[in-house]
């Protein structure tokens, strides 16, 4: 087992890939605190992992808000004595076009996708620096960080950010052995998408179904990616076996993106 003794924060653990990260982190070992605004949800994935013979709890947290991310991470350290790794996969998208672009729109995907991790990850990295003995976070990017793409403005440059975030939090928190390094999936067949296809459908004038059908004939391994997918690269930038990686995303995207 991979994480052994470890303690886990995943956020926006209730669905999709957090609840897959969850749930492998668990089976390797770690105690893991399953935050998300959906409190039933967080706990129904927490009850999923103690019924499997694993240690969990759910907590709700909204990640734009600085003093829930305190509260999540004494949920851990009160439940579960420390906090070793965070997840920050909480994340929101919406399809619009650049001109149709909100403030309100902006604010949402940076509220969650950016604020969110910052808030988290200096919640958790103080903890992680008061015990003194290193840590690990894995924030979720996107392929859509690599590249803009005209529906998708804002989400892209959140993502983008996510991928900037991870690099200078690596360098702040080097000197403190917390690994900072980030994943960035392709077109993952969660609840997510299930959302973002019926928003490409009605901005492209397409069935319901045809955008994700579409997007997946593009996807080099000819499949697209389930949550499961990310649960290998997750545990392995959570493990001792990363220890000298940092600063990094890593592509888990079928092979979509080269770099
Ligand atoms: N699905 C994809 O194709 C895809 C691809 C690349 C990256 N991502 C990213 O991966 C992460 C997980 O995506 P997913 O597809 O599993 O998403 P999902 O929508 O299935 O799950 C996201 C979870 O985040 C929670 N959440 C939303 N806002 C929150 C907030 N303010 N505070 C706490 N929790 C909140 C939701 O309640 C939900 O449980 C996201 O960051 C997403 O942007 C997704």
Known sequence: MKLAGKVAIVT????????????????????VVVA????????????E???QGGEAVG??????????????????????GSVDILVNN??????????ETTEADWDFMFGVNCKG????????????????????????????????EALVLAYCASKACVISMTQS?????????????????????????????????????MEVGEPKATFIKSIPLGRIE????????????ASADSDYITQQTLNVDGGSWPS
């Not at 829930?68 to 009160?78: F, L, P, R, S």
């Not at 909480?90 to 001109?99: N, T």
């Open 49 to 51: 992992i103690t019924a």
């Open 36 to 47: 998300d605004l959906n409190r039933e949800g967080a706990d129904g994935v927490a009850q």
């Open 169 to 205: 939090m690596a360098l702040a928190l080097a000197d403190h052995r917390i690994n900072v390094n980030g994943i960035a999936p392709g077109i993952v067949d969660t609840p997510l998408w299930v959302d973002v296809d019926k928003q490409f459908a009605k901005l492209l004038n």
């Open 12 to 31: 926006g653990g209730a669905q999709g890939m957090g609840r897959a990260i969850s749930l492998r982190y668990a089976e390797e070992g770690a105690k």
């Open 117 to 148: 991790v910052l808030f988290c990850s200096q919640a958790a990295a103080r903890r992680m620096i008061e015990q003194g003995r290193g840590g690990k976070i894995v924030n979720l990017a996107s392929q859509a960080g690599r590249r803009g």
């Open 59 to 80: 907590t709700g947290v909204d990640v734009r808000n600085a003093a829930q991310a305190d509260a999540m991470v004494a949920t851990a350290v009160e439940r579960f």
């Open 226 to 237: 389930q949550p499961e997918d990310v649960t290998g690269a997750a545990v392995f930038l």
């Open 90 to 99: 909480a994340g929101v998208i919406k399809i619009i076009p650049f001109l």
